[in-house]
């Protein structure tokens, strides 16, 4: 730093900061300040449903507008021996199950899914930290791979196991939707991005397009998915990996 | 009502106007803190709909914290470069090279996914009490009687002679003190109606479900990046007029307007007053 009062205005301005955030950080460990937090979740997820009640699209864009760079996040490259073997074998061996709350489980290899009815757009991706980046999207609407393991009554929510983690000692990365987000036309299974196989750093074989979500509910790297009627039983019961471990909001639609 | 024969006492704010102060003063600490550390993850600004890994920012904050354990900061506009170390921004060792800190330091237990949550429930705050204040506005009369400027106070000479008092720092009494200068009356008609406005639908125009609700609101903004773009320049704006706001508390004077703004009562000085 150079000068003794530029130092003491960025101190003071760092430790009133963190003052308030420090706050923030263990108000939202007590209720009812978590309840707050609850609450503001709960009322952004009905006011948005009530303006989705149309079940519109999202914009689409033409392929002139694909963003040349469309960065990698979350993990690269899976690590360990078993996802090595699957990219080795160019996931031949790779098998996408469907179990849980449904009438017929199903184990669909790569190629199953690509002779299923497809759909491919051009959609923006929108990291909640704040970049965002164009891209084309080949892939299975998921509500096709749902209705083919049929739901049973009791089913409310779409779990995604992956097979990357983002800490090496945590758990591998998982998320989840609810029905009404999971039946949305442009909700794929894409296998394909920009016309071409999907890339291993965005989630080769199979990743999950949400497009009325942001970044995180992507999930990359799909193993399976299972339809469960709560949450609680899933990682630490709120919905995903950065849910639980960062205390993301499970419903991103802002 | 009077007190003595030097001072009589107004009751100024009615209790709408003070919740609704108090309830923004809250809402823009947490939002503007909470904003800061969201875009420190990301802390380049574009204009148009994509923007990523700084390419072609407009604006671009960054810092990097060398080997030697000296954080070197850097502010990039257009083409302008300058070395900001010690003034503006500083970063923290991450492992990674440093992570840039614009302003705010998180605490060490701060998850970055509860920022958003944070941001989210008081921007409900902020946009919901807006358009309940603009109703009460125009309901109670308010605005036409305590924040729209009159003609003879929109007259050049009468601008120039309140920038001249305001540039003394001279505190008004007696009758100038009963209400809103002209400066002031344009200053919170701007932050009502154009600057928290701007903040609320350029945060909205950012969303994911909006952008398909609602997607003329996106390309009014021109574009997700764009909005982004106006959301921060609009809270800096924001920040700017707090500033001068508080500023101007203590000028005017600290204890009278505290408590105007909290039991609703301000005391007017006559201007014969020895």
């Given at each position: 730093?150079?000068?003794?009062?530029?130092?003491?205005?960025?101190?003071?301005?760092?430790?009133?900061?963190?003052?308030?955030?420090?706050?923030?950080?263990?108000?939202?460990?007590?209720?009812?300040?978590?309840?707050?937090?609850?609450?503001?979740?709960?009322?952004?997820?009905?006011?948005?449903?009530?303006?989705?009640?149309?079940?519109?699209?999202?914009?689409?864009?033409?392929?002139?507008?694909?963003?040349?760079?469309?960065?990698?996040?979350?993990?690269?490259?899976?690590?360990?021996?078993?996802?090595?073997?699957?990219?080795?074998?160019?996931?031949?061996?790779?098998?996408?199950?469907?179990?849980?709350?449904?009438?017929?489980?199903?184990?669909?290899?790569?190629?199953?899914?690509?002779?299923?009815?497809?759909?491919?757009?051009?959609?923006?991706?929108?990291?909640?930290?704040?970049?965002?980046?164009?891209?084309?999207?080949?892939?299975?609407?998921?509500?096709?791979?749902?209705?083919?393991?049929?739901?049973?009554?009791?089913?409310r929510f779409v779990v995604f196991h992956?097979?990357?983690?983002?800490?090496?000692?945590?758990?591998?990365?998982?998320?989840?939707?609810?029905?009404?987000?999971?039946?949305?036309?442009?909700?794929?299974?894409?296998?394909?991005?920009?016309?071409?196989?999907?890339?291993?750093?965005?989630g080769a074989p199979l990743r999950l397009?949400?497009?009325?979500?942001?970044?995180?509910?992507?999930?990359?790297?799909?193993?399976?998915?299972?339809?469960?009627?709560?949450?609680?039983?899933?990682?630490?019961?709120?919905?995903?990996?950065?849910?639980?471990?960062?205390?993301?909001?499970?419903?991103?639609?802002? | 009502?009077?007190?003595?024969q030097n001072e009589q006492v107004d009751?100024?704010?009615?209790?709408?106007?003070?919740?609704?102060?108090?309830?923004?003063?809250?809402?823009?600490?947490?939002?503007?803190?909470?904003?800061?550390?969201?875009?420190?993850?990301?802390?380049?600004?574009?204009?148009?709909?994509?923007?990523?890994?700084?390419?072609?920012?407009?604006?671009?904050?960054?810092?990097?914290?060398?080997?030697?354990?000296?954080?070197?900061?850097?502010?990039?506009?257009?083409?302008?470069?300058?070395?900001?170390?010690?003034?503006?921004?500083?970063?923290?060792?991450?492992?990674?090279?440093?992570?840039?800190?614009?302003?705010?330091?998180?605490?060490?237990?701060?998850?970055?996914?509860?920022?958003?949550?944070?941001?989210?429930?008081?921007?409900?705050?902020?946009?919901?009490?807006?358009?309940?204040?603009?109703?009460?506005?125009?309901?109670?009369?308010?605005?036409?009687?305590?924040?729209?400027?009159?003609?003879?106070?929109?007259?050049?000479?009468?601008?120039?002679?309140?920038?001249?008092?305001?540039?003394?720092?001279?505190?008004?009494?007696?009758?100038?003190?009963?209400?809103?200068?002209?400066?002031?009356?344009?200053?919170?008609?701007?932050?009502?109606?154009?600057?928290?406005?701007?903040?609320?639908?350029?945060?909205?125009?950012?969303?994911?479900?909006?952008?398909?609700?609602?997607?003329?609101?996106?390309?009014?903004?021109?574009?997700?990046?764009?909005?982004?773009?106006?959301?921060?320049?609009?809270?800096?704006?924001?920040?700017?007029?707090?500033?001068?706001?508080?500023?101007?508390?203590?000028?005017?004077?600290?204890?009278?307007?505290?408590?105007?703004?909290?039991?609703?009562?301000?005391?007017?000085?006559?201007?014969?007053?020895?």
């Amino acid at each position: 730093m150079s000068g003794p009062i530029s130092r003491r205005v960025v101190l003071s301005g760092l430790a009133a900061t963190g003052a308030v955030l420090a706050g923030c950080s263990r108000l939202d460990d007590r209720t009812p300040f978590r309840q707050i937090l609850g609450f503001s979740d709960a009322f952004t997820l009905r006011a948005q449903r009530v303006l989705l009640a149309r079940r519109p699209l999202v914009r689409e864009y033409s392929l002139s507008q694909l963003s040349g760079t469309f960065p990698v996040n979350g993990t690269n490259m899976p690590p360990g021996d078993a996802y090595r073997r699957l990219l080795d074998g160019e996931f031949r061996d790779w098998r996408l199950k469907v179990h849980g709350l449904v009438n017929r489980p199903l184990s669909l290899s790569l190629a199953q899914l690509q002779d299923m009815p497809s759909r491919t757009q051009i959609t923006m991706h929108n990291c909640d930290e704040g970049w965002n980046a164009i891209g084309q999207w080949t892939g299975v609407p998921l509500g096709h791979v749902l209705s083919l393991a049929g739901l049973r009554p009791e089913a409310r929510f779409v779990v995604f196991h992956c097979l990357d983690r983002i800490s090496m000692d945590g758990n591998y990365y998982y998320e989840s939707l609810d029905l009404l987000d999971a039946i949305h036309p442009q909700t794929l299974l894409a296998y394909g991005m920009n016309g071409k196989p999907l890339p291993i750093g965005h989630g080769a074989p199979l990743r999950l397009r949400i497009e009325l979500q942001i970044g995180y509910k992507n999930a990359k790297f799909v193993d399976r998915i299972e339809v469960v009627d709560r949450l609680d039983s899933i990682g630490k019961g709120r919905g995903g990996w950065w849910e639980d471990f960062d205390r993301a909001v499970w419903y991103a639609g802002q | 009502m009077k007190t003595n024969q030097n001072e009589q006492v107004d009751y100024r704010h009615p209790l709408p106007v003070r919740l609704w102060h108090w309830a923004n003063a809250a809402a823009v600490l947490v939002l503007l803190l909470t904003g800061l550390l969201i875009f420190d993850i990301h802390p380049h600004l574009y204009w148009g709909e994509a923007g990523q890994e700084g390419e072609g920012a407009f604006v671009s904050f960054s810092g990097q914290h060398l080997d030697q354990k000296v954080p070197r900061t850097e502010l990039q506009i257009g083409s302008g470069r300058w070395n900001t170390t010690g003034k503006l921004g500083s970063t923290l060792e991450d492992g990674f090279g440093g992570r840039y800190l614009l302003v705010a330091s998180p605490p060490e237990d701060w998850q970055f996914g509860a920022t958003r949550g944070w941001h989210f429930a008081f921007a409900w705050l902020l946009g919901l009490s807006l358009p309940l204040y603009a109703v009460y506005l125009l309901a109670s009369r308010r605005l036409d009687r305590t924040l729209l400027p009159t003609r003879g106070e929109l007259r050049p000479r009468s601008m120039a002679h309140e920038l001249w008092e305001h540039l003394r720092l001279r505190r008004a009494r007696g009758e100038a003190a009963r209400h809103y200068n002209s400066l002031q009356k344009l200053t919170y008609l701007l932050v009502i109606f154009v600057l928290i406005p701007g903040m609320v639908l350029s945060g909205l125009a950012m969303s994911n479900t909006l952008s398909a609700a609602w997607p003329a609101l996106s390309e009014l903004f021109g574009g997700h990046q764009t909005a982004r773009s106006i959301h921060f320049i609009t809270a800096m704006l924001l920040v700017a007029f707090v500033l001068v706001h508080v500023f101007q508390v203590f000028v005017a004077g600290f204890v009278n307007l505290m408590r105007s703004m909290i039991t609703g009562r301000f005391v007017v000085e006559r201007e014969s007053a020895p």
